[in-house]
């Protein structure tokens, strides 16, 4: 008896855990994404594609979501060309130039709100431009 307990406790704890990660990943397909009105590929196309699978295989999506919404790290959807405040008050538009730097140094500028420091990437500037032209898709 004191068995079957202990395995209903399990089951009680562990399948809402499992449900909440699978939701946090949620659905990582190309075609699930571009169902999400959130994406667009704004003609930025097999970029934004190459962006995308790396956001998922580097691990971006863990901080970032797997729909660019956000969480521990800043929400990616309509981040392009947004005025982002940053950790000193001041505030700096996110164009192209200021989310590769977010990529490669991303201590450089803090976004007001997020201490957790991102871990700096080790990515080709191929590789950061695609992530640029996903981001920019996201809207």
């Given at each position: ?30 075609a ?15 970029a ?18 797997a ?73």
């Open positions: 008896m004191k068995r079957g307990r202990s395995a209903l406790r399990v089951l009680a704890l562990g399948v809402p855990l499992l449900l909440g990660l699978a939701t946090a990943c949620g659905n990582d397909s190309p699930a994404e571009r169902s999400d009105p959130a994406y667009s590929d704004g003609g930025a196309g097999a934004a594609d190459r962006g995308h699978e790396l956001s998922r295989t580097r691990g971006c999506a863990a901080c970032h979501g729909d660019g919404q956000g969480g521990v790290g800043q929400a990616w959807t309509g981040l392009a060309g947004s005025t982002v405040t940053l950790d000193d008050g001041s505030t700096v538009i996110a164009d192209e130039a200021y989310l590769t730097e977010s990529i490669v140094d991303p201590t450089a500028k803090v976004v007001d709100g997020f201490a957790v420091a991102m871990p700096k990437p080790t990515l080709s500037d191929a590789e950061v431009a695609d992530l640029v032209a996903y981001i920019s898709s996201l809207t």
